[in-house]
């Protein structure tokens, strides 16, 4: 029976937003560095002064102005890195609620496979980069066994969307799993270029340390792989 793998293409995933609370921490932490390099100074100087001319008044004054300033700073760096950690609280929690929605709802993802649930007809998505005399899709099951052979005569350049109806060449029904599609393509004997597309419900969403992950009937998904995503076709 097939075996379940993630659909993921060379390109980055998404995930919530998590660096300016780091960067507004690192510069409290600075901050509090300076605040204490600052009073070891200023007890070094005071009990190294010269007491016959001890340290004015007006310069002690002068002092405890820039530690004020330095205290002022390290509040607003503190009171930056609490609201970033909110703001990316806030940004996580409505990420997930979003990705939560998404459930039940139809995705189009960019994979050269087909899932069969065991019972509907599987859609299976194409788009032609031009026009093809002939165009032939080889399905396969886990064990890379050729279950299926379509021959879809001439096709247009664009988008294509058909129907398998999960039986083998025999005509007998196949097991519920992910199916790998082999495309071959030409025009006037030179290859055309087909982009195939795994197309299903969406069934769970799972929050992970990068993110949260799609599972498109029983095959988890990354974001990047997630082409469409639309309300589900009738009739299957």
Same mark, same amino acid.
């Given at each position: 029976?097939?075996?379940?793998?993630?659909?993921?293409?060379? $390109?980055? +995933?998404?995930?919530?937003? $998590?660096?300016?609370?780091?960067?507004?921490?690192?510069?409290?932490?600075?901050?509090?560095?300076?605040?204490?390099?600052?009073?070891?100074?200023?007890?070094?100087?005071?009990?190294?002064?010269?007491?016959?001319?001890?340290?004015?008044?007006?310069?002690?004054?002068?002092?405890?102005?820039?530690?004020?300033?330095?205290?002022?700073?390290?509040?607003?760096?503190?009171?930056?890195?609490?609201?970033?950690?909110?703001?990316?609280?806030?940004?996580?929690?409505?990420?997930?609620?979003?990705?939560?929605?998404?459930?039940? $709802?139809?995705? $189009?993802?960019?994979? +050269?496979?087909?899932?069969?649930?065991?019972?509907?007809?599987?859609?299976?998505?194409?788009?032609?980069?031009?026009?093809?005399?002939?165009?032939?899709?080889?399905?396969?099951?886990? +064990?890379?066994?050729?279950? *299926?052979?379509?021959?879809?005569?001439?096709?247009?350049?664009?988008?294509?969307?058909?129907?398998?109806?999960?039986?083998?060449?025999?005509?007998?029904?196949?097991? *519920?799993?992910?199916?790998?599609?082999?495309?071959?393509?030409?025009?006037?004997?030179?290859?055309?270029?087909?982009?195939?597309?795994?197309?299903?419900?969406?069934?769970?969403?799972?929050?992970?340390?990068?993110?949260?992950?799609?599972?498109?009937?029983?095959?988890?998904?990354?974001?990047?792989?997630?082409?469409?995503?639309?309300?589900?076709?009738?009739?299957?």
């Amino acid at each position: 029976m097939p075996t379940s793998t993630t659909v993921s293409p060379n $390109k980055p +995933s998404g995930s919530a937003p $998590k660096g300016n609370a780091s960067l507004a921490q690192a510069a409290a932490q600075r901050a509090q560095l300076n605040r204490d390099q600052f009073l070891r100074l200023l007890v070094t100087q005071l009990r190294n002064q010269d007491p016959f001319n001890p340290l004015q008044g007006q310069e002690f004054a002068a002092q405890l102005a820039q530690f004020s300033s330095v205290e002022q700073l390290i509040q607003i760096n503190q009171g930056l890195a609490q609201h970033f950690q909110s703001s990316g609280l806030w940004s996580q929690s409505l990420y997930h609620l979003l990705a939560a929605g998404l459930i039940g $709802k139809e995705a $189009k993802v960019q994979a +050269s496979a087909v899932f069969f649930d065991g019972e509907r007809p599987a859609p299976i998505s194409m788009s032609l980069s031009e026009r093809a005399d002939a165009l032939t899709l080889r399905l396969k099951d886990a +064990s890379g066994r050729v279950v *299926r052979t379509l021959q879809l005569g001439p096709h247009a350049a664009g988008s294509h969307e058909l129907l398998w109806d999960g039986t083998d060449e025999r005509g007998n029904r196949l097991p *519920r799993g992910l199916y790998r599609i082999e495309v071959e393509a030409q025009a006037s004997g030179k290859p055309v270029d087909v982009k195939l597309f795994l197309v299903g419900l969406i069934t769970k969403v799972q929050y992970t340390g990068d993110g949260a992950k799609l599972w498109v009937g029983d095959i988890p998904v990354d974001w990047s792989a997630v082409e469409e995503i639309r309300q589900p076709q009738q009739g299957r």
